[in-house]
């Protein structure tokens, strides 16, 4: 491998070495491009996260008129439905009506005196708590202000 | 146009393409015959139906308007005022059925025939490839209408997705395309219908088709030739259009007498309607997720459900790795009675639900 002519190509590490080193590069520079169009598509895909937080004062959920006791009306706070319940024994209670095992909107059954839902018969009793079927965690409760004829809802959980 | 012309047009179009070195493809195409030769017929059954769906589904994208403001009215007027469209719709439902239903079949019985040996790896994982896209079109499908069943099965399919553990909340926004199922949910699951779903699907039928076609149809172990092979142009071929006839006068008539519903629009605040079910192939994990406890140890209910359901699939799967008897040609009765066994459990599930 002695060339005369080409004294600097022998103080050059040997071939295969360089080839090695041009392959890697190579591969870093591919790598690189790839995650330079990989990352944005990704990030793309995934929208931004809405601010979260609670939904200021409270809104008109229902009116006592139209409520009797052992009814329940479904009702937006904020982006979520939450439920407004008269019970029978004549109090105000209001949850997130998104049900804790797959997020079905719950109802209120007069039949059965609870919140139900539908979509796997999950079953929660008039305090929130998950009394039946496969929901894993009681609804989250919200405050209720009744004013004259007027029951007023604020996301605000209660405990 | 007179056959010397036809042929002429014929001529010019080989000598550019030379298609016709490809027909001792066509010609060499053999369907051996046995006493399970009948169950050859499901995937023929199972490509047929795909292009059933194809073309009623370009015709339904001529009227469909995505969106939470059109969906639901265009589909409404798809059923109601275009002419035929309440058929092409209803056609489409059903098909889609039907479609799933013949796959699953075509599925278990090369399950059952051990169809899956060695060199035949790569037909099945492409099959179970395209029963898994088949799953996808008809979950998400089943959104675009927008009404309020179709709102609540995406919102439960959605968070089984959340369900699965670790990647489950990342999953879940990328499905719903945000926290809640919304207009951006109907958005993607419009494009995944259409547009991600169909490409996908071309390219695991091409393999699939193209591995058929190398390797010959597998004869199960031990059956004994009840005479010669078939060809398959045009004897087998005529014999699949005799069933694809029947199929799509089936297909007629179940839309004339049972057509595709459409329920309320989706309301996002009001309460999940009573009695609400998946299509019938989420039938056999819609039953198991109710009956699975809020708690199993210390895991959630449907977090160890949903685990589950993907084991099972994965088992599947990899049935042709997993059974190394059959794969060096001795019989696997077991292998087969697992299978069989799994059948049952989500065939009892699924009937379980239909009877309630």
């Known amino acids: 491998m002695s060339d005369p002519d080409r004294p600097a190509l022998q103080r050059m590490p040997p071939w295969p070495e360089r080839r090695a080193l041009l392959d890697w590069l190579l591969g870093l520079s591919g790598a690189g491009a790839l995650l ?38 479904v009702f937006p706070l904020g982006t979520q439905p939450a439920i407004l319940v008269h019970t029978p024994d004549d109090k105000w209670r209001a949850f ?7 997020s079905c909107t719950v ?18 009793d008039l305090t929130g708590k998950n009394a039946g079927g496969p929901p894993p965690r009681p609804l989250p409760e919200h405050t209720v202000v009744v004013k004259g004829d007027e029951v007023y809802v604020a996301e605000v959980e209660v405990g | ?21 490809s027909r001792h493809l066509l010609d060499a195409k053999v369907v051996p015959r046995h006493r399970y030769s009948v169950f ?33 009215e265009s589909v409404k007027r798809i059923s109601g005022e275009i002419p035929f469209g309440w058929l092409v719709r209803s056609i489409h439902r059903w098909s889609a059925d039907i479609f799933i239903g013949v796959l699953m079949l075509h599925m278990l019985t090369a399950f059952v025939m051990k169809a899956y040996r060695p060199p035949r790896e790569l037909t099945w994982l492409t099959g179970v490839g395209a029963l898994g896209l088949g799953l996808g079109f008809g979950f998400s499908g089943y959104l675009l209408p927008w009404d309020e069943v179709a ?9 089984v997705a959340g ?15 945000g926290e809640d199922v919304t207009g951006a949910t109907l958005a993607r699951f419009f494009a995944l219908h259409v547009v991600v779903l169909p490409f996908a699907a071309l390219g695991l039928l091409g393999a699939h088709l193209a591995l058929v076609q190398r390797h010959g149809m597998s004869v199960p172990p031990g059956a004994t030739p009840t005479g010669p092979p078939r060809p398959f142009v ?23 007498l049972f057509p595709a519903e459409l329920a309320a629009k989706a309301n996002p605040f009001a309460s999940a309607p009573a009695g609400i079910k998946p299509e019938w192939y989420f039938y056999a994990p819609f039953q198991q997720l109710k009956m699975i406890p809020a708690r199993i140890g210390p895991f959630e209910g449907e977090a160890v459900g949903t685990v589950g359901f993907m084991v099972l699939g994965a088992l599947v799967v990899l049935a042709p790795f997993l059974d190394r008897r059959a794969a060096r040609g001795e019989p696997s009765p077991w292998f087969t009675a697992a299978g069989i066994a799994l059948f049952l459990y989500l065939a009892g599930l699924t009937c379980y639900v239909w009877l309630h």
């Open chain 1, 107 to 124: 109802r209120y059954r007069e039949d059965i005196g609870m919140l139900f839902c539908p979509c796997h018969d999950g079953r929660f």
């Open chain 1, 36 to 73: 330079a169009v990989v990352y944005p598509v990704v990030a793309f895909v995934f929208p931004p996260r809405q601010a979260k937080g609670k939904s200021k004062g409270a809104v008109l959920a229902g009116r006592v008129s139209e409520l009797p006791p052992g009814s329940g009306i």
């Open chain 2, 40 to 72: 050859y017929y499901l995937g023929g059954m199972a490509l047929f139906l795909f292009v059933i769906q194809v073309v009623t589904g370009l015709l339904l994208l001529l009227y469909y308007e995505p969106g939470t403001a059109t969906a639901y």
């Open chain 2, 1 to 21: 146009m007179t056959a010397a012309a036809l042929r002429k047009v014929a001529g010019w179009i080989d000598a550019r393409t030379g298609l016709s070195g």
């Open chain 1, 96 to 102: 997130s009506a998104r049900c804790t095992h797959l």
């Open chain 2, 234 to 256: 045009p004897d087998f071929l005529l014999r699949d259009l005799v069933g694809w006839t029947l199929a799509l006068a089936l297909l007629a008539a179940l839309a004339a």
């Open chain 2, 151 to 159: 709102f609540f099965a995406t919102s439960v399919g959605t968070a």
């Open chain 2, 163 to 177: 369900a699965v553990p670790f990647v489950g909340t990342l999953l879940l926004e990328l499905m719903r395309g």
